[in-house]
Protein backbone atom coordinates (compact mmCIF):
# COMPACT_ATOMS: atom_id res chain seq x y z
CA UNK A 1 0.00 0.00 0.00
CA UNK A 2 1.16 3.52 -0.64
CA UNK A 3 1.39 5.75 2.36
CA UNK A 4 0.05 9.39 1.73
CA UNK A 5 1.00 12.21 4.46
CA UNK A 6 -0.34 15.67 4.92
CA UNK A 7 0.99 18.80 6.84
CA UNK A 8 -0.27 20.06 8.57
CA UNK A 9 -3.09 18.52 10.41
CA UNK A 10 -4.51 21.60 11.23
CA UNK A 11 -4.04 25.11 10.97
CA UNK A 12 -5.93 28.09 11.74
CA UNK A 13 -6.69 30.85 9.30
CA UNK A 14 -8.47 34.35 8.76
CA UNK A 15 -10.72 34.81 5.75
CA UNK A 16 -8.54 36.11 2.69
CA UNK A 17 -5.47 34.00 3.76
CA UNK A 18 -3.17 32.24 1.24
CA UNK A 19 -3.20 28.38 2.39
CA UNK A 20 -1.49 25.98 1.69
CA UNK A 21 -1.49 22.24 2.52
CA UNK A 22 0.81 19.63 1.30
CA UNK A 23 0.81 15.70 0.66
CA UNK A 24 2.91 13.45 0.58
CA UNK A 25 2.80 9.97 -1.43
CA UNK A 26 5.13 7.08 0.13
CA UNK A 27 6.43 6.51 -3.38
CA UNK A 28 5.81 8.12 -6.94
CA UNK A 29 2.49 8.36 -8.29
CA UNK A 30 2.98 10.51 -11.08
CA UNK A 31 0.34 12.66 -11.20
CA UNK A 32 -2.59 10.24 -10.02
CA UNK A 33 -3.69 12.59 -6.98
CA UNK A 34 -7.23 13.62 -5.79
CA UNK A 35 -8.08 16.70 -3.25
CA UNK A 36 -11.36 16.44 -1.91
CA UNK A 37 -12.77 18.81 0.79
CA UNK A 38 -15.35 17.09 3.54
CA UNK A 39 -17.60 19.47 5.92
CA UNK A 40 -19.15 18.12 9.36
CA UNK A 41 -21.65 15.69 8.47
CA UNK A 42 -21.37 15.33 4.71
CA UNK A 43 -19.72 13.60 2.02
CA UNK A 44 -16.10 14.28 0.81
CA UNK A 45 -16.57 16.46 -2.26
CA UNK A 46 -13.93 16.61 -5.16
CA UNK A 47 -11.89 19.90 -5.50
CA UNK A 48 -9.36 18.70 -7.98
CA UNK A 49 -8.33 15.72 -9.91
CA UNK A 50 -4.88 14.12 -11.69
CA UNK A 51 -3.56 16.57 -9.05
CA UNK A 52 -4.10 20.00 -10.62
CA UNK A 53 -7.65 19.85 -12.72
CA UNK A 54 -10.35 21.73 -11.01
CA UNK A 55 -13.47 19.39 -10.78
CA UNK A 56 -16.12 21.34 -12.97
CA UNK A 57 -18.13 24.02 -10.36
CA UNK A 58 -15.06 24.39 -8.17
CA UNK A 59 -14.26 27.83 -7.71
CA UNK A 60 -10.76 29.15 -8.99
CA UNK A 61 -9.02 30.21 -5.79
CA UNK A 62 -8.50 26.47 -5.50
CA UNK A 63 -5.66 25.09 -6.90
CA UNK A 64 -3.56 21.72 -7.25
CA UNK A 65 0.15 21.35 -8.04
CA UNK A 66 2.73 18.45 -8.09
CA UNK A 67 4.16 15.38 -9.56
CA UNK A 68 5.72 12.64 -7.89
CA UNK A 69 5.79 12.56 -4.32
CA UNK A 70 5.16 15.82 -3.22
CA UNK A 71 1.91 18.05 -4.02
CA UNK A 72 0.01 21.08 -2.51
CA UNK A 73 -3.37 22.68 -2.24
CA UNK A 74 -3.71 25.81 -2.44
CA UNK A 75 -6.38 28.15 -1.75
CA UNK A 76 -5.59 31.79 -2.92
CA UNK A 77 -8.00 33.70 -0.59
CA UNK A 78 -10.14 31.40 1.88
CA UNK A 79 -13.67 32.46 1.91
CA UNK A 80 -16.34 30.97 4.99
CA UNK A 81 -17.12 28.55 3.09
CA UNK A 82 -13.52 26.73 2.75
CA UNK A 83 -13.59 25.99 6.88
CA UNK A 84 -13.67 22.43 6.52
CA UNK A 85 -10.95 18.97 6.11
CA UNK A 86 -9.21 18.69 3.48
CA UNK A 87 -8.13 14.87 2.51
CA UNK A 88 -5.35 13.96 -0.78
CA UNK A 89 -6.36 10.42 -1.92
CA UNK A 90 -3.40 8.60 -4.73
CA UNK A 91 -5.34 6.81 -7.64
CA UNK A 92 -2.34 5.81 -8.88
CA UNK A 93 -2.86 2.14 -7.94
CA UNK A 94 -5.63 0.14 -5.76
CA UNK A 95 -5.56 0.13 -2.57
CA UNK A 96 -6.30 3.78 -3.18
CA UNK A 97 -5.23 5.70 0.04
CA UNK A 98 -6.22 8.94 2.21
CA UNK A 99 -4.00 11.07 3.57
CA UNK A 100 -5.21 11.41 7.34
CA UNK A 101 -6.32 14.80 6.63
CA UNK A 102 -5.66 18.94 7.09
CA UNK A 103 -8.61 20.38 8.81
CA UNK A 104 -8.70 24.48 8.19
CA UNK A 105 -10.64 26.09 10.83
CA UNK A 106 -11.18 30.06 11.96
CA UNK A 107 -8.17 31.83 13.52
CA UNK B 1 -28.05 13.50 -12.19
CA UNK B 2 -25.83 11.32 -11.00
CA UNK B 3 -27.02 9.96 -7.01
CA UNK B 4 -25.55 7.01 -5.24
CA UNK B 5 -27.55 6.51 -1.62
CA UNK B 6 -26.55 3.59 0.87
CA UNK B 7 -28.72 1.44 3.23
CA UNK B 8 -27.94 -1.59 5.75
CA UNK B 9 -28.20 -2.10 9.09
CA UNK B 10 -27.56 0.87 11.71
CA UNK B 11 -26.38 -1.69 14.45
CA UNK B 12 -24.60 -5.03 14.08
CA UNK B 13 -23.44 -6.88 16.79
CA UNK B 14 -20.05 -8.25 17.26
CA UNK B 15 -18.99 -11.38 15.03
CA UNK B 16 -21.78 -10.80 12.68
CA UNK B 17 -21.74 -9.71 9.27
CA UNK B 18 -22.43 -6.59 7.91
CA UNK B 19 -24.49 -6.83 4.42
CA UNK B 20 -24.47 -2.98 2.89
CA UNK B 21 -26.15 -1.79 -0.55
CA UNK B 22 -25.77 1.61 -2.67
CA UNK B 23 -28.33 2.36 -4.98
CA UNK B 24 -27.57 4.42 -7.54
CA UNK B 25 -29.24 6.54 -10.61
CA UNK B 26 -27.52 8.55 -13.39
CA UNK B 27 -25.02 6.03 -14.75
CA UNK B 28 -25.12 2.45 -15.43
CA UNK B 29 -22.80 -0.13 -14.48
CA UNK B 30 -22.76 -2.18 -18.05
CA UNK B 31 -21.25 1.36 -19.60
CA UNK B 32 -17.44 1.15 -20.22
CA UNK B 33 -15.23 2.64 -17.35
CA UNK B 34 -18.00 2.96 -14.72
CA UNK B 35 -16.87 1.87 -11.07
CA UNK B 36 -18.13 2.20 -7.92
CA UNK B 37 -16.04 2.23 -4.85
CA UNK B 38 -16.73 1.75 -0.75
CA UNK B 39 -15.24 4.23 1.49
CA UNK B 40 -15.66 4.44 5.07
CA UNK B 41 -15.02 6.77 7.93
CA UNK B 42 -14.67 6.16 11.58
CA UNK B 43 -16.05 9.08 14.13
CA UNK B 44 -13.06 11.54 14.00
CA UNK B 45 -11.16 9.69 11.86
CA UNK B 46 -9.99 9.61 8.04
CA UNK B 47 -11.17 8.13 5.16
CA UNK B 48 -10.65 4.48 4.18
CA UNK B 49 -11.06 2.78 0.83
CA UNK B 50 -12.24 -0.24 1.35
CA UNK B 51 -13.11 -2.26 -2.35
CA UNK B 52 -14.28 -1.35 -6.16
CA UNK B 53 -16.33 -3.29 -8.57
CA UNK B 54 -15.97 -2.30 -12.45
CA UNK B 55 -18.17 -2.47 -14.98
CA UNK B 56 -16.28 -5.16 -16.13
CA UNK B 57 -16.79 -7.40 -12.93
CA UNK B 58 -13.04 -6.57 -11.90
CA UNK B 59 -13.12 -6.42 -8.64
CA UNK B 60 -10.42 -4.92 -6.20
CA UNK B 61 -10.09 -4.95 -2.02
CA UNK B 62 -8.18 -3.30 0.71
CA UNK B 63 -5.10 -5.38 2.00
CA UNK B 64 -5.72 -5.01 5.16
CA UNK B 65 -9.70 -5.99 5.26
CA UNK B 66 -9.82 -8.09 2.08
CA UNK B 67 -10.14 -11.56 3.68
CA UNK B 68 -13.35 -10.03 5.20
CA UNK B 69 -15.03 -8.38 1.99
CA UNK B 70 -16.77 -9.30 -0.84
CA UNK B 71 -18.31 -6.68 -3.40
CA UNK B 72 -20.85 -7.74 -5.88
CA UNK B 73 -23.18 -6.05 -8.18
CA UNK B 74 -26.81 -6.73 -9.67
CA UNK B 75 -26.43 -4.06 -12.72
CA UNK B 76 -30.04 -4.05 -13.92
CA UNK B 77 -30.60 -3.11 -10.23
CA UNK B 78 -28.22 -0.11 -10.55
CA UNK B 79 -27.09 -1.63 -6.93
CA UNK B 80 -23.42 -2.60 -5.62
CA UNK B 81 -23.33 -4.80 -2.55
CA UNK B 82 -20.55 -5.00 -0.04
CA UNK B 83 -20.67 -7.57 2.76
CA UNK B 84 -17.97 -8.02 5.87
CA UNK B 85 -17.71 -10.20 7.69
CA UNK B 86 -16.93 -11.06 11.70
CA UNK B 87 -17.69 -6.97 12.66
CA UNK B 88 -15.99 -5.69 15.49
CA UNK B 89 -16.61 -2.77 17.37
CA UNK B 90 -13.37 -0.97 15.41
CA UNK B 91 -15.50 -1.41 12.26
CA UNK B 92 -17.84 1.08 13.82
CA UNK B 93 -17.78 3.95 10.83
CA UNK B 94 -20.40 5.53 8.75
CA UNK B 95 -19.77 3.46 5.29
CA UNK B 96 -19.97 5.47 1.56
CA UNK B 97 -20.24 4.49 -1.42
CA UNK B 98 -19.03 6.53 -4.60
CA UNK B 99 -18.34 6.70 -8.46
CA UNK B 100 -15.00 6.95 -10.23
CA UNK B 101 -14.87 5.98 -13.87
CA UNK B 102 -15.83 9.34 -15.26
CA UNK B 103 -12.09 9.72 -16.82
CA UNK B 104 -11.13 6.14 -15.89
CA UNK B 105 -7.50 6.48 -16.39
CA UNK B 106 -7.82 8.98 -13.64
CA UNK B 107 -10.15 7.38 -11.09
CA UNK B 108 -11.16 10.21 -8.55
CA UNK B 109 -14.68 9.74 -6.71
CA UNK B 110 -16.82 12.46 -8.31
CA UNK B 111 -20.04 11.28 -6.43
CA UNK B 112 -20.50 9.86 -3.13
CA UNK B 113 -23.33 8.60 -1.35
CA UNK B 114 -24.48 10.25 2.16
CA UNK B 115 -23.22 7.35 3.69
CA UNK B 116 -24.29 5.52 6.16
CA UNK B 117 -23.71 4.81 10.10
CA UNK B 118 -22.80 1.35 10.83
CA UNK B 119 -22.40 0.45 14.79
CA UNK B 120 -20.56 -2.56 15.84
CA UNK B 121 -21.77 -3.20 19.37
CA UNK B 122 -23.47 -6.24 21.69
Known amino acids: DIPMTQSPSSLSASVGDRVTITCRAGQTISNYLNWYQQKPGKAPNLLIY???TLQTGVPSRFSGSGSGTDFTLTITSLQPDDFATYYCQQSYVTPYTFGPGTKVDIK | QVTLKESGPALVKPTQTLTLTCTFS??????????VNWIRQAPGKALEWLARIDWDDDKFYSTSLKTRLTISKDASKNQVVLTMTNMDPVDTARYYC??????????????WGQGTLVTVSS
Open chain 1, 50 to 52: AAS
Open chain 2, 98 to 111: ARSGEQIVWAYFDY
Open chain 2, 26 to 35: GFSLNTYGMR
